[in-house]
């Protein structure tokens, strides 16, 4: 279905969108340590990993000395062999 002034119709986004991340077991091991130490510490069952990374990307676009931590360590990264 086309509309020949504003050219194809779009199909709308769902209200949110699926990212999958594999991760090295440590790292997932050491994710799954930090979620249950905070559930922990917050007197909750339990703290999801999905959360965790929903904070982190709010913070991420909200703190200017986050952003800037986070580019200096992709780029260390990025020149380090691998």
Known sequence: MSNDADGPARTPRPRSVRL???LPPEDHTKL???CTEVAVRLDR???SQADVIRVLLHRLHSD???????????A???RQPH
């Not at 200017?64 to 992709?74: H, S």
Request: hydrophobic share 40%.
């Open 20 to 22: 999958t991340v594999d």
């Open 32 to 34: 799954r340590q930090w």
């Open 45 to 47: 069952g339990s703290i």
């Open 64 to 74: 200017p000395e986050l952003k800037d931590q986070v580019i200096a360590a992709l």
């Open 76 to 78: 260390d990264r990025h």
